[in-house]
């Protein structure tokens, strides 16, 4: 008799997300299913947004201090952390805990960009599982991200002035400034 190995699995709920910047978490799949059918653990679950990635500006978040979640007794903490690392878009969960635990963090993992200069790119964050020594194959979640255009912004002093009409020209305000948080280039101004 050859033992093999069955390697978990995840399957999405739904496969596609509708972003729009500075909206807050998005949650990726509260229905999402973890299965592994000869291993009741598991010891990691890796998402990755592998296509779309904007460093420093999209973050996936467990959503809730892993930490705390208790082991199978219900009483001592599993042992689980998790961090992100901002410079490949990858959040990982570690530790040793059930299949159905894993299955209800990965459920409330969020999305989320407050960047106000974000790209319209699509991201894709591929979702995976492994047990004690397998990963699964990574399901792909797609999101469609749509930027929100910010108004430029005039800021100068508020002073008064007073000019006469047939005079010589009068300058309005010498501390004028404009400012504008996801374009470089204004296509017109009136005053």
């Known amino acids: 008799v050859t033992l093999v190995d069955n390697v978990p699995s995840v399957t999405l709920s739904d496969t596609n997300n509708a972003y729009t910047e500075g909206q807050g978490a998005l949650v990726l799949d509260s229905g999402l299913v973890v299965s592994d059918p000869d291993s009741a653990n598991l010891v990691e679950a890796e998402l990755k947004i592998t296509s779309g990635y904007e460093t420093g500006k999209d973050v996936l978040d467990p959503a809730q201090d892993v930490t705390k979640i208790l082991g199978s007794d219900g009483v001592t903490p599993a042992g689980l952390t998790s961090s992100f690392a901002a410079g490949t878009g990858t959040l990982t969960i570690s530790g040793t805990a059930t299949v159905a635990t894993y299955q209800a963090l990965l459920r409330k993992c969020t999305y989320q960009n407050d960047a106000k200069d974000a790209s319209n790119a699509q991201r894709q964050v591929t979702i995976k599982v492994k047990d004690s020594s397998s990963y699964s194959t990574g399901s792909i979640l797609t999101i469609a991200f749509t930027a929100v255009a910010q108004a430029p912004v005039l800021t100068g002093s508020s002073t008064t002035f007073k000019w006469v009409e047939g ?23 009136e005053v």
């Open 167 to 189: 005079n010589a020209a009068v300058n309005v305000d010498d501390s004028v400034a404009i400012s504008d948080e996801d374009s470089t280039h204004l296509s017109s101004a």
